[in-house]
Nanobody, 121 residues
Framework: HVQLVESGGGSVQAGGSLKLSCQAS????????MGWLRQAPGEEREGVAV????????LYADSVKGRFTISLDKAKNTLYLQTNSLKPEDTAMYYC???????????????WGQGTQVTVS
């Protein structure tokens, strides 16, 4: 049974930083594409960043390029998202997800965590 558990969300002021974590169990994150996606109230879910854990290749949404960094610790089976220079428009529920392809398209992910809330004021 694959399980993804996010943590690290919180409330910060604009310009601040948070580091989100996603602990995976029941699967080897080194054999999938792992992504961070987010959903703001009243908005559709959108892809933020994805890492191909086999090649190390990354992909970011234009809105977060240069501010967010996705990384993976294979030994800990944990995915991270370092978020810097946060803006109020980054406020959303952030989800960790696993899929087969490196994409920012939410529908392409088959396993999802419960999410961690990020609020920027």
């Amino acid at each position: 049974h694959v399980q993804l558990v996010e943590s690290g969300g919180g409330s910060v002021q604009a310009g601040g930083s948070l580091k989100l974590s996603c602990q995976a169990s029941g699967c080897n994150v080194g054999r999938a594409c792992m992504g961070w996606l987010r959903q703001a109230p009243g908005e559709e879910r959108e892809g933020v960043a994805v890492i191909d854990t086999r090649s190390g290749g990354t992909l970011y949404a234009d809105s977060v390029k240069g501010r967010f960094t996705i990384s993976l610790d294979k030994a800990k089976n944990t995915l991270y998202l370092q978020t810097n220079s946060l803006k109020p428009e980054d406020t959303a529920m952030y989800y960790c997800a696993a899929g087969r392809t490196s994409t920012l398209v939410p529908a392409r992910y088959s396993v999802w965590g419960q999410g961690t809330q990020v609020t920027v004021s």
